[in-house]
């Protein structure tokens, strides 16, 4: 490859990385700002916690035999 298709494709990969960071930045913020307005959660943070934290009911049953 010649230095400009070479830099060319850095370039291009480089850019792909940027644009997934920039997408999820902006799919944080957006639900970030639906649960302030919806009163759901403080927070993107405390949302993500609480689906993820076991439930009493689950977490109880799942220990059992």
């Not at 830099?7 to 957006?30: C, E």
């Not at 639906?34 to 916690?49: A, M, Q």
Request: hydrophobic fraction near 30%; aromatic fraction near 10%.
């Amino acid at each position: 490859l010649s230095t400009i298709a070479r830099r060319d494709f850095v370039s291009s990969h480089q850019d792909r990385g940027r644009q997934k960071r920039d997408f999820h930045r902006s799919w944080i913020t957006r639900i970030n700002a639906t649960t302030r307005v919806h009163n759901i959660f403080e927070s993107y943070s405390k949302l993500i916690h609480n689906m993820y934290k076991p439930s009493g009911a689950t977490a109880t049953s799942s220990h059992c035999p």
